[in-house]
Protein backbone atom coordinates (compact mmCIF):
# COMPACT_ATOMS: atom_id res chain seq x y z
CA UNK A 1 0.00 0.00 0.00
CA UNK A 2 1.48 3.18 -0.97
CA UNK A 3 0.94 6.79 1.00
CA UNK A 4 0.83 9.07 -1.50
CA UNK A 5 -1.75 11.43 -0.92
CA UNK A 6 -2.33 14.44 -4.13
CA UNK A 7 -1.46 18.19 -3.75
CA UNK A 8 -5.32 18.80 -3.56
CA UNK A 9 -5.97 16.88 -1.00
CA UNK A 10 -3.31 18.25 1.09
CA UNK A 11 -4.70 21.79 0.95
CA UNK A 12 -7.76 20.45 1.89
CA UNK A 13 -6.32 19.30 4.61
CA UNK A 14 -4.43 22.28 5.36
CA UNK A 15 -7.93 24.86 5.12
CA UNK A 16 -9.74 22.25 7.20
CA UNK A 17 -7.70 22.22 9.90
CA UNK A 18 -7.46 25.79 9.68
CA UNK A 19 -11.31 26.31 9.80
CA UNK A 20 -10.98 23.58 12.86
CA UNK A 21 -8.38 25.37 14.73
CA UNK A 22 -8.65 29.37 14.07
CA UNK A 23 -11.49 29.84 16.11
CA UNK A 24 -10.38 28.04 19.13
CA UNK A 25 -6.62 29.83 18.81
CA UNK A 26 -8.22 32.71 18.62
CA UNK A 27 -10.26 32.39 22.11
CA UNK A 28 -7.04 31.08 23.80
CA UNK A 29 -4.73 34.20 22.33
CA UNK A 30 -7.58 36.66 23.39
CA UNK A 31 -7.65 35.40 26.70
CA UNK A 32 -4.16 37.29 27.51
CA UNK A 33 -6.01 40.05 26.01
CA UNK A 34 -5.65 43.26 28.83
CA UNK A 35 -8.27 45.22 26.72
CA UNK A 36 -12.40 44.54 27.66
CA UNK A 37 -13.30 45.12 24.12
CA UNK A 38 -11.50 41.00 23.85
CA UNK A 39 -11.11 41.75 20.26
CA UNK A 40 -9.34 44.33 19.73
CA UNK A 41 -5.82 44.10 21.06
CA UNK A 42 -4.36 46.11 24.11
CA UNK A 43 -0.54 45.86 23.01
CA UNK A 44 0.58 48.06 25.91
CA UNK A 45 -1.04 45.99 28.72
CA UNK A 46 -0.91 42.49 27.39
CA UNK A 47 -0.44 39.92 27.77
CA UNK A 48 -2.01 39.82 31.24
CA UNK A 49 -3.52 37.22 33.42
CA UNK A 50 -5.88 39.59 34.98
CA UNK A 51 -8.67 37.87 33.20
CA UNK A 52 -7.90 34.36 34.94
CA UNK A 53 -7.66 36.08 38.33
CA UNK A 54 -11.39 37.38 37.33
CA UNK A 55 -12.57 34.19 36.85
CA UNK A 56 -11.14 32.34 39.49
CA UNK A 57 -12.88 35.29 41.82
CA UNK A 58 -16.60 34.69 39.62
CA UNK A 59 -18.66 33.16 42.22
CA UNK A 60 -21.63 33.06 40.11
CA UNK A 61 -19.14 30.88 37.47
CA UNK A 62 -17.56 28.97 40.54
CA UNK A 63 -21.45 27.74 41.79
CA UNK A 64 -22.55 26.81 38.09
CA UNK A 65 -19.10 24.91 37.17
CA UNK A 66 -19.27 23.05 41.16
CA UNK A 67 -22.93 22.27 40.22
CA UNK A 68 -21.81 20.82 36.40
CA UNK A 69 -18.99 18.93 37.78
CA UNK A 70 -21.69 16.84 40.48
CA UNK A 71 -23.78 16.38 37.25
CA UNK A 72 -21.54 15.55 35.23
CA UNK A 73 -19.78 12.61 37.38
CA UNK A 74 -22.89 11.12 38.89
CA UNK A 75 -24.55 10.95 34.87
CA UNK A 76 -21.32 9.71 33.42
CA UNK A 77 -20.92 6.76 36.33
CA UNK A 78 -24.72 5.81 35.63
CA UNK A 79 -24.06 6.15 32.02
CA UNK A 80 -21.78 3.48 31.85
CA UNK A 81 -24.05 1.20 33.98
CA UNK A 82 -26.65 1.35 31.96
CA UNK A 83 -24.57 1.57 28.69
CA UNK A 84 -22.55 -1.41 29.56
CA UNK A 85 -24.97 -3.47 30.13
CA UNK A 86 -27.19 -2.30 26.78
CA UNK A 87 -24.09 -2.79 24.40
CA UNK A 88 -23.06 -6.19 26.28
CA UNK A 89 -26.62 -7.06 25.63
CA UNK A 90 -26.51 -6.00 22.05
CA UNK A 91 -23.35 -7.56 21.04
CA UNK A 92 -23.51 -11.11 23.03
CA UNK A 93 -27.04 -12.07 22.35
CA UNK A 94 -28.06 -11.76 18.70
CA UNK A 95 -31.53 -13.13 19.39
CA UNK A 96 -33.50 -11.69 22.22
CA UNK A 97 -37.29 -10.23 22.21
CA UNK A 98 -36.77 -6.27 22.30
CA UNK A 99 -33.75 -6.64 20.66
CA UNK A 100 -34.77 -4.29 17.79
CA UNK A 101 -36.52 -1.97 20.29
CA UNK A 102 -33.58 -1.81 22.50
CA UNK A 103 -31.19 -1.19 19.27
CA UNK A 104 -33.67 1.87 18.45
CA UNK A 105 -33.69 3.03 21.64
CA UNK A 106 -30.07 3.28 21.50
CA UNK A 107 -29.33 4.51 18.03
CA UNK A 108 -32.18 7.23 18.33
CA UNK A 109 -30.94 9.86 21.44
CA UNK A 110 -27.92 10.38 19.31
CA UNK A 111 -29.74 11.99 16.69
CA UNK A 112 -32.64 13.24 18.50
CA UNK A 113 -32.62 17.04 18.52
CA UNK A 114 -31.94 18.47 21.72
CA UNK A 115 -35.07 20.51 22.11
CA UNK A 116 -37.41 17.33 21.53
CA UNK A 117 -35.53 14.99 24.22
CA UNK A 118 -35.18 18.10 26.86
CA UNK A 119 -38.83 19.17 26.22
CA UNK A 120 -40.45 15.18 26.48
CA UNK A 121 -38.52 14.93 29.83
CA UNK A 122 -39.76 17.90 31.32
CA UNK A 123 -43.35 17.08 30.59
CA UNK A 124 -42.27 13.39 32.04
CA UNK A 125 -41.21 15.02 35.37
CA UNK A 126 -44.32 17.39 35.51
CA UNK A 127 -47.01 14.09 34.86
CA UNK A 128 -44.69 12.11 37.11
CA UNK A 129 -45.22 14.96 40.02
CA UNK A 130 -48.59 15.11 39.48
CA UNK A 131 -49.09 11.56 39.87
CA UNK A 132 -46.86 9.96 42.43
CA UNK A 133 -45.74 13.40 43.79
CA UNK A 134 -42.06 12.47 42.66
CA UNK A 135 -39.87 14.32 41.68
CA UNK A 136 -40.57 17.39 43.64
CA UNK A 137 -39.55 19.83 41.71
CA UNK A 138 -36.68 19.88 39.30
CA UNK A 139 -33.00 20.20 39.86
CA UNK A 140 -30.13 18.40 40.04
CA UNK A 141 -31.79 14.72 40.24
CA UNK A 142 -34.17 15.56 36.92
CA UNK A 143 -30.79 16.90 35.17
CA UNK A 144 -28.50 13.97 35.55
CA UNK A 145 -31.48 11.59 34.46
CA UNK A 146 -32.19 13.13 31.58
CA UNK A 147 -28.52 13.59 30.80
CA UNK A 148 -27.54 9.67 31.42
CA UNK A 149 -30.47 8.98 29.32
CA UNK A 150 -28.76 10.13 26.17
CA UNK A 151 -25.13 10.07 27.01
CA UNK A 152 -25.72 6.23 28.21
CA UNK A 153 -26.68 5.55 24.01
CA UNK A 154 -22.88 6.75 23.05
CA UNK A 155 -21.51 4.43 25.74
CA UNK A 156 -23.60 1.55 24.15
CA UNK A 157 -21.97 2.18 20.60
CA UNK A 158 -19.25 2.00 21.93
CA UNK A 159 -18.99 -0.66 24.05
CA UNK A 160 -20.78 -2.26 21.72
CA UNK A 161 -18.11 -1.71 18.93
CA UNK A 162 -15.80 -2.88 21.08
CA UNK A 163 -17.70 -6.13 22.20
CA UNK A 164 -17.76 -6.70 18.37
CA UNK A 165 -13.95 -7.26 17.51
CA UNK A 166 -13.33 -9.31 20.28
CA UNK A 167 -12.18 -13.05 20.59
CA UNK A 168 -14.93 -14.81 22.36
CA UNK A 169 -12.49 -17.52 22.57
CA UNK A 170 -11.01 -16.25 25.31
CA UNK A 171 -14.49 -16.25 27.62
CA UNK A 172 -15.30 -19.78 26.25
CA UNK A 173 -12.17 -21.15 27.43
CA UNK A 174 -12.60 -19.81 30.83
CA UNK A 175 -16.32 -21.35 30.53
CA UNK A 176 -14.60 -24.65 29.51
CA UNK A 177 -12.44 -24.50 32.60
CA UNK A 178 -15.06 -23.79 34.82
CA UNK A 179 -15.29 -20.39 35.46
CA UNK A 180 -19.10 -19.29 36.09
CA UNK A 181 -20.59 -16.41 33.62
CA UNK A 182 -20.44 -13.62 36.32
CA UNK A 183 -16.78 -14.86 37.04
CA UNK A 184 -15.42 -14.33 33.15
CA UNK A 185 -17.40 -10.73 33.25
CA UNK A 186 -15.40 -9.47 35.37
CA UNK A 187 -11.92 -11.46 35.12
CA UNK A 188 -12.07 -11.82 31.48
CA UNK A 189 -14.50 -9.85 29.56
CA UNK A 190 -14.14 -6.14 32.15
CA UNK A 191 -10.99 -5.75 31.69
CA UNK A 192 -10.94 -6.65 28.13
CA UNK A 193 -13.31 -4.07 27.24
CA UNK A 194 -12.05 -1.29 30.26
CA UNK A 195 -10.31 1.04 27.23
CA UNK A 196 -13.60 1.33 25.65
CA UNK A 197 -15.74 1.67 29.17
CA UNK A 198 -13.25 4.24 29.85
CA UNK A 199 -13.52 6.63 26.77
CA UNK A 200 -16.97 5.85 27.56
CA UNK A 201 -17.36 7.31 30.91
CA UNK A 202 -15.28 10.17 29.57
CA UNK A 203 -17.81 11.25 26.89
CA UNK A 204 -20.45 11.11 29.03
CA UNK A 205 -18.81 13.07 31.54
CA UNK A 206 -17.83 15.62 28.51
CA UNK A 207 -21.63 15.61 27.22
CA UNK A 208 -22.48 16.29 29.83
CA UNK A 209 -20.62 19.07 31.34
CA UNK A 210 -21.16 20.86 28.06
CA UNK A 211 -24.87 20.36 27.76
CA UNK A 212 -26.96 23.65 27.29
CA UNK A 213 -30.76 22.70 26.05
CA UNK A 214 -31.64 19.02 28.16
CA UNK A 215 -30.46 21.03 31.15
CA UNK A 216 -32.49 24.57 30.43
CA UNK A 217 -35.60 22.09 30.33
CA UNK A 218 -34.97 19.80 32.93
CA UNK A 219 -33.55 22.26 36.07
CA UNK A 220 -34.92 24.14 38.40
CA UNK A 221 -34.31 27.44 40.21
CA UNK A 222 -30.57 27.61 41.63
CA UNK A 223 -29.74 24.57 39.55
CA UNK A 224 -28.36 26.45 36.68
CA UNK A 225 -24.98 24.86 35.53
CA UNK A 226 -21.57 25.85 33.83
CA UNK A 227 -23.44 26.05 30.13
CA UNK A 228 -26.64 28.12 31.49
CA UNK A 229 -24.52 31.08 32.84
CA UNK A 230 -22.25 30.52 29.83
CA UNK A 231 -25.27 31.16 27.50
CA UNK A 232 -26.96 33.69 29.03
CA UNK A 233 -23.25 35.87 29.15
CA UNK A 234 -22.81 35.31 25.63
CA UNK A 235 -26.17 36.15 24.72
CA UNK A 236 -25.17 39.86 25.37
CA UNK A 237 -21.96 39.59 23.79
CA UNK A 238 -18.34 38.85 24.21
CA UNK A 239 -16.70 38.65 27.60
CA UNK A 240 -13.19 38.29 28.22
CA UNK A 241 -13.72 35.74 31.01
CA UNK A 242 -15.36 33.52 28.78
CA UNK A 243 -12.13 33.47 26.64
CA UNK A 244 -10.49 32.36 30.03
CA UNK A 245 -13.16 29.34 30.33
CA UNK A 246 -12.50 28.56 26.75
CA UNK A 247 -8.37 28.30 27.30
CA UNK A 248 -8.92 26.38 30.58
CA UNK A 249 -11.23 23.90 28.99
CA UNK A 250 -9.45 23.40 25.92
CA UNK A 251 -6.30 22.81 28.14
CA UNK A 252 -7.50 20.29 30.21
CA UNK A 253 -9.36 18.28 27.27
CA UNK A 254 -6.05 18.50 25.20
CA UNK A 255 -4.58 16.72 28.43
CA UNK A 256 -7.09 14.38 28.55
CA UNK A 257 -7.32 13.30 25.40
CA UNK A 258 -3.49 13.18 24.87
CA UNK A 259 -3.32 11.12 28.22
CA UNK A 260 -5.51 8.62 27.50
CA UNK A 261 -4.72 7.84 23.92
CA UNK A 262 -0.64 7.54 25.02
CA UNK A 263 -2.16 5.22 27.73
CA UNK A 264 -3.92 3.44 25.08
CA UNK A 265 -1.45 2.92 23.11
CA UNK A 266 1.13 2.01 25.73
CA UNK A 267 -1.71 -0.85 26.15
CA UNK A 268 -1.77 -2.15 23.06
CA UNK A 269 2.00 -2.66 22.35
CA UNK A 270 1.88 -4.70 25.63
CA UNK A 271 -0.99 -6.79 24.40
CA UNK A 272 0.73 -7.57 20.91
CA UNK A 273 4.39 -8.24 23.14
CA UNK A 274 2.00 -10.85 25.46
CA UNK B 1 -30.09 -5.65 30.33
CA UNK B 2 -33.44 -5.15 31.39
CA UNK B 3 -32.05 -2.28 33.43
CA UNK B 4 -31.02 0.26 30.71
CA UNK B 5 -34.39 -1.36 28.55
CA UNK B 6 -37.05 0.07 31.02
CA UNK B 7 -34.64 3.29 31.73
CA UNK B 8 -35.12 4.01 27.94
CA UNK B 9 -38.61 3.09 28.46
CA UNK B 10 -39.37 5.32 30.98
CA UNK B 11 -37.07 8.22 30.31
CA UNK B 12 -36.94 8.06 26.45
CA UNK B 13 -40.20 6.46 25.44
CA UNK B 14 -43.26 7.16 27.21
CA UNK B 15 -42.14 11.21 27.43
CA UNK B 16 -43.44 11.17 23.79
CA UNK B 17 -46.50 9.44 24.72
CA UNK B 18 -46.31 12.61 27.09
CA UNK B 19 -45.63 14.98 24.72
CA UNK B 20 -48.11 13.67 22.19
CA UNK B 21 -50.70 13.95 24.88
CA UNK B 22 -50.04 17.53 25.47
CA UNK B 23 -50.07 18.29 21.91
CA UNK B 24 -53.83 17.88 22.04
CA UNK B 25 -54.67 19.80 25.73
CA UNK B 26 -55.81 22.82 25.85
CA UNK B 27 -53.73 26.38 27.20
CA UNK B 28 -54.61 27.49 30.86
CA UNK B 29 -53.03 29.86 33.19
CA UNK B 30 -52.07 27.04 35.85
CA UNK B 31 -49.22 25.17 36.77
CA UNK B 32 -48.40 23.19 35.19
CA UNK B 33 -50.05 25.37 31.82
CA UNK B 34 -51.97 22.80 30.05
CA UNK B 35 -55.65 21.15 30.94
CA UNK B 36 -56.15 17.78 31.04
CA UNK B 37 -57.31 15.73 28.22
CA UNK B 38 -59.39 13.22 30.24
CA UNK B 39 -62.24 14.88 32.28
CA UNK B 40 -65.33 13.32 34.17
CA UNK B 41 -68.55 14.23 33.14
CA UNK B 42 -71.18 13.68 36.19
CA UNK B 43 -70.74 10.46 37.75
CA UNK B 44 -69.66 7.42 35.92
CA UNK B 45 -68.65 9.01 32.36
CA UNK B 46 -64.93 9.58 31.22
CA UNK B 47 -65.02 12.10 28.32
CA UNK B 48 -61.35 12.36 26.23
CA UNK B 49 -61.13 15.98 25.04
CA UNK B 50 -58.64 16.29 22.03
CA UNK B 51 -58.18 19.62 20.72
CA UNK B 52 -56.41 19.54 17.46
CA UNK B 53 -56.51 24.14 17.58
CA UNK B 54 -52.51 23.60 18.31
CA UNK B 55 -52.43 21.89 15.19
CA UNK B 56 -54.07 23.96 13.17
CA UNK B 57 -52.72 26.90 14.61
CA UNK B 58 -49.39 25.78 13.35
CA UNK B 59 -50.80 25.02 10.02
CA UNK B 60 -52.38 28.79 9.27
CA UNK B 61 -49.66 30.67 11.00
CA UNK B 62 -47.38 31.02 7.96
CA UNK B 63 -44.26 31.59 10.35
CA UNK B 64 -44.36 27.91 11.95
CA UNK B 65 -44.21 26.21 8.03
CA UNK B 66 -41.73 28.95 7.59
CA UNK B 67 -39.79 27.62 9.93
CA UNK B 68 -40.49 24.39 9.06
CA UNK B 69 -39.04 24.79 5.71
CA UNK B 70 -36.00 27.17 6.49
CA UNK B 71 -35.01 24.47 8.88
CA UNK B 72 -34.66 22.05 6.08
CA UNK B 73 -33.17 23.93 3.80
CA UNK B 74 -30.71 25.24 6.34
CA UNK B 75 -29.74 21.33 7.60
CA UNK B 76 -29.48 20.30 4.13
CA UNK B 77 -27.02 22.99 2.81
CA UNK B 78 -24.80 22.41 6.18
CA UNK B 79 -24.57 19.08 5.69
CA UNK B 80 -23.46 19.49 1.78
CA UNK B 81 -20.58 22.03 2.90
CA UNK B 82 -20.00 19.65 5.45
CA UNK B 83 -19.19 16.56 2.65
CA UNK B 84 -17.47 19.33 0.22
CA UNK B 85 -15.27 20.41 3.07
CA UNK B 86 -15.18 16.91 5.02
CA UNK B 87 -14.74 14.50 2.76
CA UNK B 88 -11.46 15.45 1.28
CA UNK B 89 -9.84 15.30 4.87
CA UNK B 90 -11.56 11.83 5.41
CA UNK B 91 -9.52 10.65 2.62
CA UNK B 92 -6.26 12.42 3.23
CA UNK B 93 -6.56 11.09 6.80
CA UNK B 94 -7.66 7.95 5.81
CA UNK B 95 -4.44 7.66 3.06
CA UNK B 96 -1.99 8.98 5.70
CA UNK B 97 0.55 7.17 6.71
CA UNK B 98 -0.56 5.16 9.75
CA UNK B 99 1.32 7.48 12.60
CA UNK B 100 0.15 10.70 10.86
CA UNK B 101 -3.41 9.29 10.97
CA UNK B 102 -3.89 8.85 14.40
CA UNK B 103 -2.51 12.55 15.02
CA UNK B 104 -4.54 14.41 12.38
CA UNK B 105 -7.47 11.69 14.17
CA UNK B 106 -6.87 12.93 17.49
CA UNK B 107 -6.91 16.59 15.88
CA UNK B 108 -10.08 16.13 14.89
CA UNK B 109 -11.59 14.41 17.52
CA UNK B 110 -10.11 17.15 20.14
CA UNK B 111 -12.98 19.73 18.72
CA UNK B 112 -15.80 17.70 19.48
CA UNK B 113 -14.58 17.33 22.89
CA UNK B 114 -14.45 20.55 23.47
CA UNK B 115 -17.38 22.50 24.40
CA UNK B 116 -19.62 23.52 21.64
CA UNK B 117 -20.99 26.73 23.49
CA UNK B 118 -17.80 28.09 23.47
CA UNK B 119 -16.39 27.37 20.24
CA UNK B 120 -19.61 28.36 18.91
CA UNK B 121 -18.92 31.45 21.06
CA UNK B 122 -15.74 31.98 19.28
CA UNK B 123 -17.04 32.65 16.06
CA UNK B 124 -18.85 35.92 17.94
CA UNK B 125 -15.31 36.95 18.58
CA UNK B 126 -14.11 36.48 14.67
CA UNK B 127 -17.42 37.88 13.21
CA UNK B 128 -18.69 40.73 14.83
CA UNK B 129 -18.25 44.11 13.40
CA UNK B 130 -14.95 44.61 15.45
CA UNK B 131 -13.76 41.35 15.29
CA UNK B 132 -10.80 39.55 14.62
CA UNK B 133 -11.68 38.96 10.83
CA UNK B 134 -12.76 42.42 10.11
CA UNK B 135 -9.63 43.92 12.12
CA UNK B 136 -7.55 42.05 10.19
CA UNK B 137 -9.25 43.11 6.53
CA UNK B 138 -9.16 46.32 7.50
CA UNK B 139 -5.76 46.51 8.48
CA UNK B 140 -4.89 44.70 5.35
CA UNK B 141 -6.66 47.21 3.60
CA UNK B 142 -8.81 44.73 1.59
CA UNK B 143 -11.93 46.53 3.19
CA UNK B 144 -12.69 50.11 4.72
CA UNK B 145 -15.69 49.41 6.26
CA UNK B 146 -16.76 46.56 8.70
CA UNK B 147 -18.40 43.73 6.78
CA UNK B 148 -21.32 42.66 8.72
CA UNK B 149 -21.41 38.92 9.04
CA UNK B 150 -22.55 37.99 12.96
CA UNK B 151 -26.43 37.96 13.17
CA UNK B 152 -26.82 37.17 9.59
CA UNK B 153 -27.83 33.46 7.99
CA UNK B 154 -23.89 33.14 6.61
CA UNK B 155 -23.14 33.29 10.32
CA UNK B 156 -25.27 30.51 11.40
CA UNK B 157 -24.50 28.56 8.09
CA UNK B 158 -20.52 29.01 9.44
CA UNK B 159 -21.44 27.80 12.88
CA UNK B 160 -23.71 24.94 12.20
CA UNK B 161 -20.72 23.53 9.66
CA UNK B 162 -17.83 24.34 12.25
CA UNK B 163 -19.58 22.80 14.94
CA UNK B 164 -20.77 19.75 12.84
CA UNK B 165 -17.81 19.18 10.70
CA UNK B 166 -16.11 16.12 13.38
CA UNK B 167 -19.79 14.19 13.00
CA UNK B 168 -19.24 13.71 9.76
CA UNK B 169 -15.53 13.06 9.15
CA UNK B 170 -15.54 10.10 11.55
CA UNK B 171 -18.11 8.25 10.60
CA UNK B 172 -16.96 8.34 6.81
CA UNK B 173 -13.20 7.78 7.79
CA UNK B 174 -14.56 4.74 9.59
CA UNK B 175 -15.69 3.78 6.05
CA UNK B 176 -12.80 4.64 4.08
CA UNK B 177 -10.02 3.14 6.51
CA UNK B 178 -11.53 -0.32 5.46
CA UNK B 179 -11.17 0.69 1.80
CA UNK B 180 -9.30 -1.58 -0.26
CA UNK B 181 -6.43 0.71 -2.08
CA UNK B 182 -5.48 -1.64 -4.79
CA UNK B 183 -8.78 -1.37 -6.91
CA UNK B 184 -7.67 1.94 -7.27
CA UNK B 185 -4.05 0.78 -8.09
CA UNK B 186 -5.68 -1.67 -10.65
CA UNK B 187 -8.16 0.93 -12.20
CA UNK B 188 -5.45 3.31 -12.59
CA UNK B 189 -3.44 0.42 -14.43
CA UNK B 190 -6.39 -0.27 -16.51
CA UNK B 191 -5.94 3.45 -18.03
CA UNK B 192 -8.45 4.86 -15.73
CA UNK B 193 -7.89 8.52 -14.24
CA UNK B 194 -7.59 9.31 -10.81
CA UNK B 195 -10.73 11.34 -11.37
CA UNK B 196 -12.66 8.74 -13.14
CA UNK B 197 -11.17 5.92 -10.31
CA UNK B 198 -12.46 8.42 -7.82
CA UNK B 199 -15.38 8.29 -9.19
CA UNK B 200 -16.22 5.07 -10.02
CA UNK B 201 -14.62 3.34 -7.04
CA UNK B 202 -14.39 5.56 -4.24
CA UNK B 203 -17.22 7.16 -4.14
CA UNK B 204 -19.72 4.24 -4.31
CA UNK B 205 -17.82 2.25 -2.19
CA UNK B 206 -17.68 5.07 0.69
CA UNK B 207 -21.75 5.31 0.23
CA UNK B 208 -22.32 3.98 3.43
CA UNK B 209 -19.90 6.40 4.98
CA UNK B 210 -21.20 9.23 3.09
CA UNK B 211 -25.15 8.35 4.52
CA UNK B 212 -24.19 8.39 7.97
CA UNK B 213 -22.17 11.50 8.43
CA UNK B 214 -24.73 13.24 6.36
CA UNK B 215 -27.69 11.99 8.59
CA UNK B 216 -25.41 12.46 11.86
CA UNK B 217 -25.81 16.07 10.77
CA UNK B 218 -28.45 16.98 8.74
CA UNK B 219 -31.14 15.18 11.72
CA UNK B 220 -29.66 17.13 14.82
CA UNK B 221 -29.12 20.32 12.74
CA UNK B 222 -33.21 20.84 11.78
CA UNK B 223 -33.99 20.74 15.71
CA UNK B 224 -30.62 22.84 16.38
CA UNK B 225 -30.83 25.89 18.92
CA UNK B 226 -27.46 27.26 20.15
CA UNK B 227 -26.27 27.89 17.14
CA UNK B 228 -29.16 29.63 15.51
CA UNK B 229 -29.85 31.54 18.55
CA UNK B 230 -26.25 32.90 19.34
CA UNK B 231 -25.53 33.46 15.66
CA UNK B 232 -28.15 34.12 13.35
CA UNK B 233 -29.68 37.36 14.79
CA UNK B 234 -33.46 37.55 15.05
CA UNK B 235 -34.71 36.91 12.29
CA UNK B 236 -32.84 33.38 11.71
CA UNK B 237 -36.06 31.41 11.80
CA UNK B 238 -35.13 27.27 13.21
CA UNK B 239 -38.01 25.34 14.21
CA UNK B 240 -35.56 24.69 17.36
CA UNK B 241 -35.95 28.16 18.12
CA UNK B 242 -39.15 28.20 17.69
CA UNK B 243 -39.87 25.55 19.99
CA UNK B 244 -37.59 27.13 22.71
CA UNK B 245 -39.83 30.35 22.52
CA UNK B 246 -43.05 28.70 22.51
CA UNK B 247 -42.05 26.87 25.78
CA UNK B 248 -39.89 28.80 27.63
CA UNK B 249 -41.36 32.91 26.38
CA UNK B 250 -45.27 32.42 25.77
CA UNK B 251 -45.14 29.52 28.01
CA UNK B 252 -47.38 27.29 25.37
CA UNK B 253 -46.66 24.29 26.76
CA UNK B 254 -49.10 22.29 23.68
CA UNK B 255 -48.03 24.48 21.37
CA UNK B 256 -44.54 23.62 21.64
CA UNK B 257 -45.67 19.75 22.08
CA UNK B 258 -47.39 19.98 18.95
CA UNK B 259 -44.38 21.43 16.80
CA UNK B 260 -42.39 18.77 18.62
CA UNK B 261 -44.24 16.15 17.34
CA UNK B 262 -44.21 17.21 14.05
CA UNK B 263 -40.37 17.60 13.67
CA UNK B 264 -40.51 13.94 15.25
CA UNK B 265 -42.63 12.95 12.37
CA UNK B 266 -40.55 15.32 9.65
CA UNK B 267 -37.46 13.32 10.96
CA UNK B 268 -37.85 9.52 11.98
CA UNK B 269 -37.69 8.42 8.65
CA UNK B 270 -34.20 9.76 8.73
CA UNK B 271 -33.60 8.50 11.79
CA UNK B 272 -34.88 4.94 10.69
CA UNK B 273 -32.96 5.40 7.25
CA UNK B 274 -29.62 6.40 9.83
CA UNK B 275 -30.04 3.25 11.60
CA UNK B 276 -30.16 0.62 8.50
CA UNK B 277 -27.09 2.16 7.06
CA UNK B 278 -25.26 1.70 10.72
CA UNK B 279 -26.92 -2.20 10.17
CA UNK B 280 -25.00 -2.26 7.25
CA UNK B 281 -21.70 -0.78 8.07
CA UNK B 282 -21.84 -3.14 11.40
CA UNK B 283 -22.67 -6.20 9.68
CA UNK B 284 -19.92 -5.40 6.19
CA UNK B 285 -17.14 -4.66 9.08
CA UNK B 286 -17.88 -8.57 10.67
Not at chain 2, 177 to 205: H, N, S, V
Request: with cysteine.
Amino acid sequence: MNYRSSFFILTCIGFGFAFLYIPILSMVVFSFNASKLVTVWDGAHSPTLKWYYALLNNEEILDAAWISLKVAVINASGAVILGTLAGFGLARFSQFRGRFTLNAMTTAPLVMPEVITGLSLLLLFVALEQLIGWPAGRGITTMTIGHMTFSMAYVTVIVNSRLASFDTALEEAAMDLGARPFKIFFVITLPIIFPAILSGWLLAFTLSWDDLVISSFTSGPGSSTLPMVVFSKVRLGVSPEINVLATLTLTVVTAMIVGVSLWMARRARLDQGA
Amino acid sequence: MALPYLWLLLFFVVPFVIVLKISFSDIDLAIPPYKPLLEWVGKHSLAIKLNFDNYAFLFTDALYLHAFANSIKVAFLSTLMCLVIGYPMAYGIARAKPAARNVLLLLVILPFWTSLLLRVYAWIGLLKANGVINNVLLSLGIIHEPLTMLYTPFAMYVGIVYSYLPFLILPLYANLEKMDWQLLEAAEDLGCRPWQAFYKITLPLSRNGILAGSMLVFIPAVGEFVIPALLGGPNALMIGRVLWDEFFSNRAWPVAGAVAILLLILLVPFMMWYQSVQARETAGAR
